[in-house]
């Protein structure tokens, strides 16, 4: 995440904070990007308890700082890697800033509190993605390009020199065998190189989900930034590959290519044919490395229910993980009844609400707690069967 965006979050952070009733003072945005600062970005997990201490002085506010830092930052986890981390220098070099900004009078940040902290934060993070005026759109749009990922990582078959690993390097181990004073050398080790999990999208666009759609591929494009390989489907009557399309920076031409591309947008729905041209065509090719298949619909069908069956069965043998994430999942009173969805669930690991802000800031922190080893997710197959 660019250090700018970082920052931002920040600012933002303590505006929802001091929105939500918190004794968050101007000051507290510099205290905190200082405490990051000193902290590293290494581990976010660091970063969330550095932020703790400084805001949180009762119990009672916990609750809503873990929503808080969940939603501006993620759930972070698992930690990440040099290779991905900030240069310290970068955040140090933006605090000037931040004590201009914190230098700001109480009217001022009363002001920015208002407007940014309970108009934005609060009350779109927990609108309904169809009940949003195209303004409130425009700045969901914003936040979900915004939006922090910690993705979890999985193990590669690539090794890699670890004194702290269990496999004896023999390699290493026989080449420093013997030292120059022929005095023995230590045992070395190593590991598995840890990798960012794959992603394979399919999103139905028909006509029930029109509401939604634009949104939700927004989120499927700010996923290749975070996750690594990520690969995407949309479907009405027929399946479309979009992964090339989304690959684009700016999201709304993406989007635009998108809608180009494919020429059943708002059509009837029919998963199980498409579930089927994905296993048929592509599951070879884009689902190695164990990735987590993620598919987005509200489970209305018009197809042959066990076609669906069939094809859901196959495709969650292909990934690691099946999530399915549904906008209408999160209504009150609702349950998945739909003859489409009963015949899908047996082989769903997780089946999730996608019609609000929060709704997609709990999908990236399933997404972050992944575990990086088949043998940690051993209970899944066990649990699936009970479902079915």
Same mark, same amino acid.
């Given at each position: ?5 970082? &920052?931002?979050?920040? +600012?933002?952070? &303590? ?7 918190? !004794? ?14 000193v902290? *590293? ?8 308890? *550095?932020?703790?201490s ?23 986890? /698992? ?19 931040l ?8 009217? #001022? ?20 993605? *169809?009940?949003?005026t ?7 749009? /914003? ?10 990582e ?9 004194? $702290? ?5 023999? @390699? ?10 022929? !005095? ?18 399919? &999103? ?21 930034? %975070? ?10 009557t027929?399946? =479309?590959?979009? =992964?090339?399309?989304? @690959?684009?920076? #700016?999201?709304? $031409? ?12 708002? *059509? ?6 498409? $579930?089927?041209?994905?296993? @048929?065509?592509?599951?070879?090719r ?14 209305? #069908? ?9 094809? $859901? ?6 990934v690691?993980?099946? +999530? ?6 999160g %209504? ?5 009844? =739909? @003859? ?12 999730l ?23 940690? &997710?051993?209970?899944?197959?066990? =649990?699936?069967?009970? /479902?079915?």
């Amino acid at each position: 995440m660019a250090v700018g965006v970082f &920052a931002q979050n920040v +600012i933002h952070f &303590a505006r929802y904070l001091r929105a939500k009733g918190l !004794e968050v003072d101007p000051r507290t945005g510099m205290e905190l990007l200082t405490s990051a600062h000193v902290l *590293g970005l290494a581990d976010v997990r660091d970063i969330r308890c *550095g932020f703790r201490s400084l805001v949180v002085t009762g119990p009672d506010q916990l609750p809503v700082f873990e929503e808080a830092f969940d939603l501006f930052f993620g759930s972070g986890g /698992r930690k990440r890697y040099s290779v991905e981390v900030e240069s310290d220098r970068m955040v140090q070099s933006y605090l000037p800033v931040l004590t201009s900004a914190a230098r700001l009078d109480e009217k #001022d940040m009363e002001d920015s509190t208002d407007q940014m902290g309970a108009s934005h934060a609060e009350r779109l993070g927990t609108r309904d993605f *169809g009940e949003l005026t195209p303004d409130e759109k425009a700045e969901v749009r /914003r936040l979900i390009s915004r939006m922090v990922w910690r993705p979890a990582e999985a193990l590669s078959r690539r090794w890699m020199a670890d004194s $702290m690993g269990r496999r004896p390097d023999m @390699r290493r181990t026989l080449r420093n065998a013997v030292g120059p004073r022929g !005095e023995l050398m230590e045992m070395e080790f190593r590991s598995r190189k840890p990798r960012r999990r794959p992603l394979v999208i399919v &999103a139905d666009m028909s006509g029930s989900m029109e509401k939604y759609v634009e949104l939700l591929l927004y989120f499927a494009h700010a996923a290749p930034a %975070r996750m690594g390989r990520v690969e995407t489907f949309v479907f009405s009557t027929r399946l =479309t590959r979009i =992964t090339h399309e989304l @690959r684009r920076r #700016d999201p709304a $031409m993406a989007l635009r290519l998108v809608a180009g591309r494919v020429h059943d947008w708002s *059509g009837g729905t029919r998963i199980g044919e498409a $579930m089927a041209t994905y296993n @048929r065509l592509w599951s070879r090719r884009v689902a190695r490395g164990g990735p987590i298949g993620m598919i987005i619909s509200d489970g209305w #069908d018009r197809g042959d229910p066990d076609l669906l069956s069939q094809e $859901m069965e196959r495709f969650s043998r292909s990934v690691h993980r099946t +999530i399915w994430l549904n906008p209408l999942a999160g %209504r009150k009173g609702y349950a998945p009844e =739909t @003859r489409g969805l009963k015949a899908a669930l047996p082989y769903v690991d997780d089946f999730l609400p996608a019609a609000r802000l929060v709704d997609l800031a709990g999908v990236i922190r399933l997404l972050e707690s992944m575990p990086a080893h088949p043998s940690q &997710a051993a209970g899944r197959s066990s =649990t699936r069967g009970a /479902r079915a």
